[in-house]
């Protein structure tokens, strides 16, 4: 047998304050509970009628000292309540506690988290969703998991993941249709919002027309006033400016009458946007500075109408007005300090508790059906242990690679460019060892005017960039001194600390680094044109050398000196 249904809590909510001290009707004390709780299904939102069999439920309950029925009567009282909502949903969770039932206790944190959701506090309505959730998850009731999904998807909406709320308000819709009329209305009132914020405004008038008609078919006067707010922004997106106006203002009554201020603060918005493209911008600063004044009064704003503080900014800015305009500079100082505190909340929470949950939830699945086949169960363990480990491994890598490419980079910059010393072998040094270095330390047994003739004509080859010609062998630029290779191999392996081959290298990579810093027009050089104009046959070796020398790559270093 169904219960008096939570749902439209979640958007229309009703603001009637009931008497507790009514008086109950002895022919209501006889019902028995099945009967009370039909009667106040059949209600609904009716808070006035309800109410005799709200309390006729609960002393029914009491009496029988029954906790699954006190808490199921504080949680309908709890909905029909909108001034002493929260006090009814604490006794809602009290009263389930009690029972150490998973059902009830799922039940209760979902009427909580609804409950709380209706006051706008998205952090704690968010925390008794996933409890309900966590409670829940092991019970066959698809209707409460349901109510949780929505819950859930409504935090997502709110948080901007409209694609994410999108897909759990179409899968609620598609169960709500064969099981909850009113669900159905409320879930088709949420995917036309969603299609609004992804500019899909065919779809979202499309879906608005369907629950138009449903409401009029269930006669919910509160669902058609919030179906008129959405179209009303749907046809502002859509450039039809009047029509917006008119269905906001269809809309405002039955949003005024439910003191639901968060959509009335939505519909002020939006009314000033109209306006403002209608260049009327003083009707538009009034309907801004109604949504200033909700702020002031309710501590609450929503993202998407913080552009009324900028349009006020901007407005008293041209006005030359500065104290006004400060004020509203102090406004949305305000208002970016309570977005920011709730998103940073929120968008943690729901993605580290609420869909991490689902993988989880999907994994114990996994593993209840792979229980035979226990081996594979360990090997797909191991190897999500293993990439994860695999992951961490190479992003500590990464980072300390750009951090040691970053601090080497930083060197190479602050070294002077002293002229006579520019093609000398710069201080930089790699933490790859140089296998190719010199093994000979002593002096070589060469006569000591060949060794200065050598010197001077290196100094001299040094001073003259000869070192950028292409395939300069060890033959052939001793052939060009007038000596033996083996003479000009041990004067450069003992006076200049290293080998031929690295010699030449570090010549035209401290040529190359040099020209990068001082001219600009070869920071536009291809990596293969930087190599040809350094003497490189290849790219590749260009790029290796680059490295063994600096410690970096020539593409990196090229990057890092365009930033600067």
């Known amino acids: 047998m169904k219960k008096f249904s939570p749902l439209l809590y979640f958007l229309f909510f009703g603001c009637i304050n009931p008497t507790f001290g009514q008086k109950i009707p002895d022919s209501l004390l006889h019902k028995d509970y099945d009967a009370l709780r039909e009667s106040i299904y059949a209600i609904g939102n009716d808070s006035v009628r309800a109410w005799p069999y709200l309390n006729a439920y609960l002393v029914k309950a009491r009496i029988d000292n029954n906790f699954e ?4 009567a504080y949680e309908n009282m709890a909905y029909q309540s909108r001034i002493h ?3 009814h949903a604490d006794s809602t969770v009290f009263y389930a506690e009690k029972t150490n039932n998973k059902k009830i206790l799922g039940n209760a944190y979902l009427a909580k988290g609804i409950i709380l959701y209706g006051r706008s506090k998205y952090k704690e309505s968010l925390d008794y969703y996933l409890l309900a959730d966590e409670y829940l998850q092991d019970t066959k009731e698809v209707y409460l998991k349901f109510n949780v999904k929505f819950g859930i998807a409504n935090i997502k909406y709110y948080l901007g993941y409209y694609d994410e709320a999108l ?3 179409k899968q609620c819709a598609d169960f709500y249709k064969e099981n909850e009329p009113k669900g159905y209305l409320t879930a088709l009132y949420s995917i036309s919002r969603c299609y609004n914020k992804l500019e899909k405004y065919d779809l979202c008038t ?5 629950a138009l008609k449903v409401a009029k078919l269930l006669k919910d006067k509160d669902a058609i006033s919030y179906i008129h707010h959405s179209q009303g922004i749907n046809t502002y997106h859509k450039k039809q400016y009047n029509e917006a106006i008119k269905n906001t203002n269809l809309a405002l009554p039955g949003i005024i009458k439910n003191n ?11 009314l000033g946007k109209c306006y403002s493209a209608l260049n009327d911008k003083e009707k538009a600063i009034v309907y801004y500075k109604k949504v200033d004044k909700i702020f002031k009064d309710k501590e609450y704003v929503k993202t998407e109408i913080r552009p009324a503080y900028e349009e006020l900014i901007n407005y008293y800015k041209d006005k030359g007005d500065l104290k006004i305009q400060l004020h509203y500079i102090n406004q949305l100082i305000k208002v970016d300090s309570l977005i920011n505190k709730n998103f940073v909340y929120l968008s943690g929470k729901i993605h580290k508790e609420y869909d991490t949950k689902l993988l989880l939830s999907e994994k114990n699945k996994v593993e209840k059906e792979l229980e035979s086949k226990h081996i594979i169960t360990i090997i797909l363990y191991c190897t999500v242990v293993l990439l994860f480990a695999l992951i961490l491994f190479v992003s500590f890598r990464y980072y300390k690679s750009q951090k040691k490419f970053r601090k080497r980079f930083e060197e190479l910059m602050m070294k002077d460019n002293v002229p006579e010393e520019k093609n000398t072998v ?36 040094e001073a003259k960039n000869k070192f950028l010609q292409k395939d300069l062998t060890l033959i052939n630029l001793a052939s060009k ?3 033996n290779s083996n003479y ?68 990196y270093f090229v990057t890092e000196i365009n930033k600067k």
């Open 426 to 461: 710069m201080s930089i040094k790699p933490e790859v060892a140089d296998t190719t270095d010199v093994a000979e330390t002593k002096k070589p047994d060469i006569n000591e005017e060949v060794i200065q003739s050598i010197l001077a004509q290196l100094e001299k080859f």
């Open 206 to 210: 499309l879906t608005n027309q369907e």
């Open 85 to 87: 909502d929260m006090i």
């Open 69 to 72: 029925k006190l808490s199921e």
């Open 488 to 555: 000009l191999s041990k004067v450069i392996n003992y006076y200049k600390d290293k080998s031929y081959i690295n010699y030449i290298n570090e010549l035209r990579i401290n040529y190359i680094v040099n020209l990068l810093k001082e001219d600009a027009k070869y920071r536009n050089y291809t990596i293969k044109a930087l190599s040809e104009e350094a003497g490189f046959n290849t790219s590749q070796h260009f790029s290796k050398a680059f490295y063994a020398k600096t410690g970096i790559y020539p593409s």
């Open 167 to 169: 897909v759990l308000y």
């Open 260 to 270: 639901d201020f968060v959509n009335e603060s939505v519909a002020y918005y939006y």
């Open 481 to 483: 001194f007038n000596t």
